[in-house]
């Protein structure tokens, strides 16, 4: 593998967790929304967001077989696959007096975890991180090499 391919990878990490926090991010401020839509005169609460990451290169196989052929490394870090809504059903909280309760009382809530957002959050800062770090130890590399040629 050559050091500039390690940038794009790094790169493609970067722009994946940093659109993975933006994701999270939006998630923690709807989670009180309560009429993100409305369909048929029903208010539809917000639903969680999530980032789908995937592979650039698809197959394993592909870079084996790059590796045993010498041919250098094939990998080329993360692409976003989608961002999907989360399936999992609204939370129902009796409040008869809130204006998008319906005829029993209930208020369906935006099915957002905090707990599980500050987790992702943090999961995704520390892995930003990280992929700052390995960019910055390809630089470090990259200019101790230089000045070995000097």
């Known amino acids: 593998m050559n050091l500039n391919s390690s940038f794009g990878i790094s790169a493609s990490g970067l722009t994946a967790q940093r659109l993975r926090m933006d994701v999270i991010s939006s998630n923690i401020a709807n989670a009180e929304t309560t009429r993100a839509s409305v369909v048929n005169g029903k208010?539809?609460?917000?639903?969680?967001?999530?980032?789908?990451?995937?592979?650039?290169?698809?197959?394993?196989?592909?870079?084996l077989q790059a590796q045993l052929n010498g041919e250098g490394s094939?990998?080329?870090?993360?692409?976003?696959n989608a961002i999907q809504e989360d399936q999992t059903p609204f939370k129902p909280v009796y409040n008869p007096s809130h204006p998008d309760a319906d005829a029993e009382g209930y208020v369906y809530m935006p099915n957002v975890d905090l707990t599980k957002e500050m987790v992702d959050l943090i999961s995704a800062s520390h892995a930003y991180n990280a992929n700052v770090t390995a960019l910055n130890a390809s630089k470090a590399m990259i200019m101790k090499a230089l000045e070995i040629g000097r």
Do not use: I
Request: proline share 7%; net charge positive.
């Open 43 to 63: 208010a539809v609460p917000y639903r969680r967001k999530m980032v789908v990451l995937a592979p650039n290169e698809s197959k394993f196989e592909n870079m």
């Open 74 to 80: 094939s990998a080329r870090g993360v692409k976003v």
